[in-house]
Antibody, heavy 122, light 109 residues
Framework: DVQLVESGGGLVNPGGSLRLSCAAS????????MNWVRQAPGKGLEWVSSINSGSNYIFYADSMKGRFTISRDNAQKSVYLQMNSLRVEDTAVYYCARGWGCSGGSCFLLDWGQGTLVTVSS | EIVLTQSPGTLSLSQGERATLSCRASQSVRSDYLAWYQQKPGQAPRLLIYGASTRATDIPDRFSGSGSGTDFTLTISRLEPEDFAVYYCQQYGSSPPITFGQGTRLEIK
């Protein structure tokens, strides 16, 4: 079975940093695009970032550019999200998701982890 | 950036009824690269439909997707108790950003 397990969330002060991890199993990790999607409390889904299988196509939502960095380690079957200069409005559950059917870097999302909560507050 | 607008915001129906959810795009979605997801409280979203009309693995055939261009529909033919949830559409036909609709809440009447 496909499993995506996020970790690294928690409480952080505004301006602080966190690094999220997503450990994958049950599929050939190196063949898939990976994505981060977030959901603020009581709100809808917001795409954050994507990285293709070879790490040569990386995209970010505008509000995350320059603050967030996505990366992956195919040997470790993991994808990461380094989040710097965190703002109160970054408070959300962050999901990692396996992408497929990609077009120009955009994919539909086959499988999702259970998410990790990031709370930015003083 | 393609903006997706879902309607209605909330849909109140009874078990056994037919549900019709709409997703309208601000510009044409290339190659009908539109997906639908279901999300229940406290759970991650689950892929239902991709390519506007292709059911994902293990999705019951009471779920169907249709549409093209800028207008798409998710239909649930006969509502089961487990179908009451929030539904999101998502387009992936253009370069990022991937965009989602704001969601339709399907609630028990």
């Amino acid at each position: 079975d496909v499993q995506l397990v996020e970790s690294g969330g928690g409480l952080v002060n505004p301006g602080g940093s966190l690094r999220l991890s997503c450990a994958a199993s049950g599929f050939i990790f190196s063949s898939y695009s990976m994505n981060w999607v977030r959901q603020a409390p009581g709100k809808g889904l917001e795409w954050v970032s994507s990285i293709n299988s070879g790490s040569n196509y990386i995209f970010y939502a505008d509000s995350m550019k320059g603050r967030f960095t996505i990366s992956r380690d195919n040997a470790q079957k993991s994808v990461y999200l380094q989040m710097n200069s965190l703002r109160v409005e970054d408070t959300a559950v962050y999901y990692c998701a396996r992408g497929w059917g990609c077009s120009g870097g955009s994919c539909f999302l086959l499988d999702w982890g259970q998410g990790t909560l990031v709370t930015v507050s003083s | 950036e393609i903006v997706l607008t879902q309607s209605p915001g909330t849909l109140s129906l009874s078990q056994g009824e037919r549900a019709t959810l709409s997703c309208r795009a601000s510009q044409s979605v290339r190659s009908d690269y539109l997906a639908w997801y279901q999300q229940k409280p406290g759970q991650a979203p689950r892929l239902l439909i991709y390519g506007a009309s292709t059911r994902a693995t293990d999705i019951p055939d009471r779920f169907s997707g249709s549409g093209s261009g800028t207008d798409f529909t998710l239909t649930i033919s006969r509502l089961e108790p487990e179908d009451f949830a929030v539904y999101y559409c998502q387009q992936y036909g253009s370069s990022p950003p991937i965009t989602f609709g704001q969601g339709t809440r399907l609630e028990i009447k």
